[in-house]
């Protein structure tokens, strides 16, 4: 029996092992900035942040203010870094408990600037440059002002200089080359003035599988540490998914030929079948668009879908299981077995990306980790017999 209707198994391990692939990946010398952002990508960011600390990750990068504050409440003492922005409410708290910001332009210079002096701090930022993600980030011939800025004042401290690439091909795109050559250019503009301070970042996880170089004094690393990407390259084979999302049958029911199952009577019974209802829906992270399309595993099988998934509960088509009982698991993604269903598989069948499928897992699912004991995250020799036998 499981004790719970839900729940995500988190393997710790698998995330330490991701991120020791990434070492060996980005080599010696280079930092790992952890993105945590949306629960560590649906995995719990606090449990997730604990162990990557332990693991020797250097920082994390989250989405929010909050999201920060959650971990330094959690007792989280890296540098954290506000990957994008905050909102004028959120200076003040961030500021209070040494947040570092992403900084896009000069209003929010100035008010950082404003709020750091009445409180007496200083305020570590990292200047994000919009080499071709059009989004936040200051405009590449804006930069140079802002960092004489930053430099000219004494309640602000550049903590480092950022940008993000759009490609989801990483290095192997052309437009990359030109963020690239974008970014250097400001960077040794400003070398030359003395600008520079801290750490320069550019790369996530595509550019890290591809070969982004340079790759300046810190990575970082999000959806390659759960183990999840949504494409093959060079290396990614190593990853090791570490969430799997799992339910149990709570009722079977035989019915007859033309049984309608579910919201509009999408799907009708065409042969003598055998229902399953699992007590999870599109709240819990099934998406909908799974509707009489996706798969579960149960018993090591895979089991159809029918009918529309709803908001608390999805049905399957167990009838050529044999055995099947209440209480069986069923695993929307992940390995019962020998079968494995992937995040990658879940999320084109549901034309989406793995980062959603992940996200989506709902607040009223456990999160049950597993392993976590402590792993040394340097420079190490992967074996790829290794992770083919791990998960
Ligand atoms: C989310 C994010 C990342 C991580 O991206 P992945 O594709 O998950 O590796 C890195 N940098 C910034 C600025 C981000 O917003």
């Known amino acids: 029996m499981h004790p719970n209707r839900v729940w995500a198994d988190i393997d710790l391990d698998a995330v330490a092992h991701n991120l020791s692939v990434i070492r060996d ?11 945590a952002k949306a629960d560590a990508y649906g995995h719990g960011a606090v449990a997730t942040a604990h162990h990557a600390v332990r693991c020797g990750v250097e920082a994390l990068g989250v989405g929010t203010c909050c999201e920060a504050l959650e971990l330094r409440q959690a007792g989280v003492t890296v540098p954290i870094l506000v990957l994008g922005t905050i909102v004028d409410e959120e200076v003040v708290p961030a500021l209070g408990h040494g947040i570092e910001i992403g900084l896009h ?9 404003r709020a750091a002096r009445r409180l007496g701090v ?3 930022v990292h200047l994000n440059i919009d080499t071709g993600m059009g989004r936040l980030g200051v405009r590449p011939d804006r930069a140079l002002e802002l960092l004489r800025r930053i430099q000219g004042s004494r309640h602000l401290e ?20 030109a963020q690239v050559s974008r970014f250097q250019a400001v960077l040794s503009e400003a070398r030359a003035e003395g600008l520079l301070r801290g750490w320069i970042h550019s790369a996530n996880s595509a550019c890290i599988f591809t070969g982004l170089r340079p790759l300046g004094d810190a990575v970082r690393p999000g959806i390659a540490a759960y183990g999840v990407l949504d494409r093959d390259l060079d290396g990614t084979s190593l990853l090791v998914p570490a969430m799997s999302l799992r339910s149990q049958i709570v009722f079977l029911k035989d019915v007859p030929v033309g049984t309608p199952v579910g919201y509009g009577s999408t799907w009708r019974a065409e042969r003598a079948t055998r229902v399953a209802t699992l007590p999870l829906g599109y709240d819990d992270g099934v998406p909908w668009r799974l509707s ?5 595993l149960v018993r090591g099988r895979r089991a159809p879908i029918v009918g529309r998934v709803s908001m608390d509960y999805t049905t399957v088509d167990v009838t050529d299981i044999p ?11 992940g390995r019962d077995g020998a079968e494995e269903i992937t995040v ?5 069948r549901a034309g989406t990306i793995p980062y959603e499928v992940t996200c989506s897992v709902g607040k009223r699912v456990t999160r049950v980790y597993r392993g976590g004991g402590i792993a040394e995250v340097g420079p190490r020799h992967t074996d790829p017999r290794e992770s083919a036998t791990r998960s």
């Open 25 to 35: 990946k980005v080599g010696p010398g280079v930092k790992l900035m952890l993105v």
């Open 105 to 113: 332009s000069t209003d929010r210079q100035r008010s950082l600037q």
């Open 292 to 296: 009489n399309r996706g798969e579960v």
């Open 158 to 177: 550049l903590a480092g200089v950022m940008t993000h690439v759009a490609a989801e091909d990483g290095a192997r795109s052309p437009e990359t080359e």
């Open 323 to 333: 055995g099947v009982r209440v209480g069986d698991a069923a695993t929307l993604f």
């Open 344 to 348: 990658r598989e879940v999320a084109e």
């Open 122 to 124: 200083r305020a570590r």
